[in-house]
């Protein structure tokens, strides 16, 4: 099984590789990094984002955003899902309205035609008017809309149980199984 994950200029591209960390070994992963993704790391966490990509245990192929030929620009690729994690407003308005250029945007839009489960995580607030907009659009197209939301039924006791409860609803959302947080009516 094939997951493209789009890493966009958003602030919090350290859940993205949290996200990265915990993806089941079956599925194989395809990687975009755009040039602002790249500038967040390294502002918030002085991160190399290449290099903690290089660290995963999960064997992965990563695109650079200009990349447009990449075999993940194609429907003959066969990617079964794509997440952007985290998505930027950029991001979310260019696959809103078709605009495909460059790969993050144009992978989506693969996902899009070939009917595939979309999940885009939007990091921003409070969201305008405008952003409500395309994320509306996206929505109606059937992408799932899952920002990351902080959660307190599953007594977080950290950042880092906080994270994992948020890797595993987008995990969730993308049908892949995992055991990374305590669900609704069980113990915490």
Same mark, same amino acid.
């Given at each position: 099984?094939k997951?493209v @994950? ?7 591209? &350290?859940?993205a $590789?949290?996200?990265?960390?915990? @993806?089941?070994? #079956? ?5 975009? +990094?755009? &040039?602002?993704?790249?500038? +967040? ?19 992965? #192929?990563?695109?650079e955003?200009? &990349? ?5 620009a194609s ?15 950029n ?11 460059? $790969? ?19 990091r ?10 395309? $994320?509306? +659009?996206?929505?109606?197209?059937? @992408?799932i809309?899952a ?7 599953? &007594? ?9 409860f ?11 199984e ?11």
């Open positions: 099984m997951l @994950v789009g890493i966009s200029g958003a602030s919090g591209t &350290q859940l $590789l949290k996200f990265l960390e915990h @993806v089941p070994q #079956e599925w194989a992963l395809f990687v975009v +990094v755009s &040039q602002s993704a790249k500038r +967040v790391a390294r502002a918030e966490g002085r991160i190399n984002l290449k290099s903690a990509l290089g660290k995963l245990k999960h064997p992965l #192929e990563i695109f955003e200009s &990349q447009i030929d990449a075999p993940i429907g003959s690729f066969g990617a079964q899902a794509m997440a952007i994690i985290p998505a930027s407003l991001i979310i308005a260019k696959i809103a309205h078709g605009i495909c250029d460059e $790969l993050i945007s144009r992978a989506a839009a693969v996902i899009l035609k070939e009917q595939k489960k979309l999940l885009i995580a939007p921003e607030l409070p969201l305008h008017s405008i952003a409500l907009e395309n $994320l509306l +659009v996206l929505a109606r197209a059937g @992408v809309i920002p990351p939301m902080l959660t307190y039924y599953t &007594q977080p006791r950290d950042l880092e149980s906080m994270e994992l948020l890797v595993g609803k987008w995990l969730d959302a993308l049908g892949i995992n055991h990374l947080y305590t669900r609704w009516g069980q113990p915490c």
